[in-house]
């Protein structure tokens, strides 16, 4: 079975680009999660999705960065303008959880994009 | 104030040893879950194993155990028999039911396992 599907796998770009990260869940997931990962802050969550439907965006750091789900089986997260201090790995998981009763629904994490702004 | 604390940035530990990584938690809330992660130096994140709150024994999953002591707030990580491939980072994580889904990570272990 085909885990998370991130791409791109590596982005290098300047300072004032416009970066976009894809990201297809697990076929019948329906949660979808965005994580960035840095050496000064670890594992953050940015932002969380049920049935393609943003529940908690209160990680993403600012107004440049903006996700989607327009279906069950894709996502984006665009950053625009991109700056130096966004270079980091970001992650997207999927997990079958569909309400917040069950505790133990495993988050299956993508290979990852690692991105450095330049 | 961090809800999950890993203090051991990093252990070295010989083959075939067994190892335990630390993860102490901090709630309120009477019913969470607990969640291990391995990264390899590849980068990808790997999920081990999962102990509930409510759980009467310690989750088991191969070699990775759970040492869940509720009262001390603390979910330790045992690997048995270490081998070379499970030099990774390790991270502890925490879900609670008045967070939702939203799974909260330690900083992580480094481990290196020894030949």
């Known amino acids: 079975d085909a885990g998370v599907i991130q791409s791109p796998r590596h982005e290098v770009t300047e300072m004032g680009q416009e970066v976009t990260l894809r990201c297809k869940p697990i076929?019948?997931?329906?949660?979808l999660f965005w994580y960035r990962q840095t050496m000064m802050r670890g594992l953050e969550l940015l932002i969380y999705f049920n049935n393609n439907v943003p529940i908690d965006d209160s990680g993403m750091p600012e107004d440049r960065f903006s996700a989607k789900m327009p279906n069950a089986s894709f996502s984006t997260l665009k950053i625009q303008p991109s700056e130096p201090r966004d270079s980091a790995v970001y992650f997207c998981a999927s997990s079958p959880l569909t309400s917040g009763t069950s505790l133990g629904e495993t988050q299956y994490f993508g290979p990852g994009t690692r991105l450095l702004v330049l | 104030a961090q809800k999950i604390t890993q203090t051991q940035p990093g252990m070295f530990v010989q083959e075939k040893e067994a190892v335990t990584l630390d993860c102490t938690y901090d709630?309120?809330?009477?019913?969470?879950?607990l969640f291990w992660y391995k990264q390899p130096s590849s980068g990808e994140m790997i999920f081990l194993i999962y102990?509930?709150?409510?759980?009467?024994q310690n989750a088991t999953e191969g070699r990775y155990s759970l040492n869940f002591q509720k009262a001390r707030k603390s979910a330790n990580l045992v690997i048995s028999a270490s081998q070379l491939g499970d030099s990774a980072m390790y991270f502890c994580?925490?879900?609670?039911?008045?967070?939702?889904?939203?799974?909260?990570f330690g900083q992580g272990t480094r481990l290196t396992i020894n030949p």
């Open positions: 994580a925490m879900r609670e039911i008045q967070g939702a889904q939203k799974l909260v």
């Open positions: 076929s019948g997931h329906n949660s």
């Open positions: 102990q509930g709150s409510y759980d009467q």
């Open positions: 709630t309120s809330d009477p019913s969470y879950g």
